[in-house]
């Protein structure tokens, strides 16, 4: 199973992080590693000072393909959650400084937090709200609306360079409010009104 992400995919998010709004989608992967088990809190890392959160749509391919057009994209995603994007900040503004890859800083043990998946009929991807609060104070706010790639142009993109398979799994970008995260702190995350994640920092 492959993580695919995408970065700068709000505008509003990239302007905070002083990126320019890009022309195709960057796209990123972590290893299956990092995924967090279920239950688990999030240890924070020694190697970073600033762990940053960021929340993010996931989609969940549930047919593989390759060159999948915009048009039969939806076809290939039957479940949708949200996934929390750990980025190790102050690494991965070394490694963009000198031109490196961001594996690093986005890919380690932990870093990808996953909600449950529900059913992509029930909700409106393509006007999708989602939250993200801290110790009761709520940090993002996003809607799919404003996506600068949308699921199926992620899709196509996507599948040009990599075949997808059932079961990987893509985080669509995440909105502005991306902030850092310290011990003891606590995050909820909420698809439309349904609470899908309670997460706990160590
Ligand atoms: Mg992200």
């Not at 994209?73 to 980025?87: M, Q, Y």
């Not at 059932?166 to 995350?189: C, H, R, S």
């Amino acid at each position: 199973m492959k993580l695919i992400c995408i970065g700068r995919n709000y505008a509003d998010h990239a302007r905070e992080l002083g990126n320019e709004v890009p022309e195709n989608p960057v796209i990123f992967m972590k290893p299956d590693t990092a995924v967090l088990k279920k239950g688990s809190d999030f240890y924070l890392p020694e190697f970073s000072d600033d762990v940053h959160y960021e929340l993010e749509v996931v989609l969940k391919i549930s047919k593989g393909g390759k060159y999948i057009t915009e048009e039969h994209a939806a076809k290939h995603i039957e479940e949708i959650g949200l996934g929390i994007d750990f980025t190790a900040r102050d690494l991965q503004s070394e490694l963009k400084k000198k031109g490196l890859p961001w594996e690093l800083a986005k890919g380690f043990d932990g870093s990808a937090v996953l909600s449950e998946f529900f059913k992509k009929e029930d909700y409106d991807l393509s006007r999708l709200n989602f939250s993200l609060i801290k110790n009761k104070e709520t940090v993002q706010r996003g809607n799919t609306s404003l996506m600068l790639f949308s699921p199926e142009k992620i899709i196509a993109f996507v599948s040009k360079f990599f075949t997808l398979r059932t079961g990987d799994l893509i985080f669509t970008g995440t909105p502005q409010g991306v902030g850092k995260v310290a011990e003891n702190d606590v995050l909820e995350a909420f698809l439309e009104d349904r609470k899908v994640l309670d997460l706990r920092i160590q």
